[in-house]
């Protein structure tokens, strides 16, 4: 299982591409920065390309502050694959982190869009009898982190009513939208989501941190609209661990 600051930069990954698909060529630039009781603990640098027909997406993360002194975590992540209509196809993922004396590699690839192919270096280690394997239905649509969330809305209304197929190389799970609560809302002119972490496979049978996750975890996410045509990008999150909530900020760069 991938170390937890790390998956921690790919939820960064994940809200970085929401909803920023469009028809006309454009690049988009974001930068993000994650902070636990006011202390930054993450960072991540995210462009995305979309053209009509096509999309590739990069970035760059880190851990920072106080938690760069316990877990040195530096990695590269990126996805590329075909826009057709409202729907992603993705043709490969890629990532690289460094973690401490950690290093490992993940690559998937795809045919017509369907998990064909997934490597991760080095081999993981053989499984117990508690480990939840990922089937072939598992793995049935589902998308990597950075495509998954690539499709656009409809509407604001839309932004809070879906459900993301995401597999990562190793773990499959869903990400479920739905409307937060009046109470809930984060910033103002902003759509705010209540998300659910959904594992499917790819993980220990009783690990308490994916219990958490699933069970207890609140997770917020905020949406503003970007451009003209009806699509939104995450600017703010509030993600519920066991030692705080993690409080991510993002905005565009130039």
Same mark, same amino acid.
Not at 16 to 38: D, I, N, P, V
Not at 171 to 200: N, Q, W, Y
């Given at each position: 299982?991938r170390? @937890?600051?790390?998956?921690?930069?790919? #939820?960064?990954?994940?809200?970085?591409?929401?909803?920023?698909?469009? #028809?006309?060529?454009?690049?988009?630039?974001? %930068?993000?920065?994650?902070?636990?009781? *006011?202390?930054p603990?993450?960072?991540?640098?995210? $462009?995305?390309?979309?053209?009509?027909?096509?999309?590739?997406?990069s970035?760059?993360?880190?851990?920072a502050?106080? #938690?760069?002194?316990?877990?040195?975590?530096?990695?590269?992540?990126?996805?590329? *694959?075909r826009?057709s209509? %409202?729907?992603?196809v993705?043709?490969?993922?890629?990532?690289?982190y460094?973690?401490?004396?950690?290093?490992?590699? $993940?690559?998937?690839?795809?045919?017509?869009?369907?998990v064909?192919?997934?490597?991760?270096?080095p081999?993981?280690?053989?499984? *117990?009898? +508690?480990?939840?394997?990922?089937?072939k239905? +598992?793995?049935?649509g589902?998308?990597?982190?950075?495509? @998954?969330?690539?499709?656009?809305?409809q509407? @604001?209304?839309?932004?809070?009513?879906?459900?993301f197929?995401?597999? +990562?190389?190793?773990?499959?799970?869903?990400?479920?939208?739905?409307?937060?609560?009046?109470?809930?809302?984060?910033?103002?002119?902003?759509v705010?989501c209540k998300?659910?972490?959904?594992?499917?496979?790819?993980?220990?049978?009783? %690990?308490?941190?994916?219990a958490?996750?699933?069970?207890?975890?609140?997770?917020?996410?905020?949406?503003?609209?970007?451009? $003209?045509?009806?699509?939104?990008?995450?600017?703010?999150?509030?993600? *519920?661990?066991?030692?705080?909530?993690?409080?991510?900020?993002?905005?565009?760069?130039?």
């Amino acid at each position: 299982m991938r170390c @937890a600051a790390t998956r921690f930069s790919l #939820a960064i990954a994940l809200l970085a591409l929401a909803g920023s698909a469009r #028809a006309e060529s454009e690049t988009h630039r974001f %930068r993000y920065s994650a902070s636990l009781f *006011g202390i930054p603990i993450g960072k991540a640098d995210f $462009t995305s390309r979309l053209e009509e027909s096509r999309f590739e997406v990069s970035g760059r993360f880190a851990s920072a502050g106080v #938690a760069r002194l316990f877990d040195r975590t530096d990695g590269t992540v990126s996805s590329k *694959g075909r826009l057709s209509g %409202r729907s992603v196809v993705p043709s490969s993922y890629e990532l690289a982190y460094v973690s401490g004396e950690k290093r490992e590699t $993940t690559s998937i690839r795809y045919s017509k869009g369907q998990v064909v192919k997934t490597v991760i270096t080095p081999k993981p280690k053989k499984r *117990g009898k +508690d480990w939840i394997a990922v089937s072939k239905e +598992d793995l049935a649509g589902a998308l990597d982190p950075l495509s @998954a969330l690539l499709s656009p809305a409809q509407n @604001a209304a839309d932004v809070c009513n879906r459900r993301f197929r995401v597999f +990562d190389g190793e773990m499959r799970a869903d990400i479920v939208f739905s409307p937060a609560a009046k109470g809930e809302h984060i910033g103002r002119d902003l759509v705010t989501c209540k998300a659910r972490f959904i594992p499917v496979s790819g993980y220990r049978k009783g %690990r308490s941190t994916i219990a958490f996750l699933r069970d207890r975890a609140r997770i917020l996410v905020a949406f503003k609209p970007l451009g $003209t045509r009806g699509h939104h990008t995450p600017v703010q999150a509030r993600i *519920g661990t066991k030692i705080g909530t993690v409080h991510i900020e993002g905005w565009p760069v130039d």
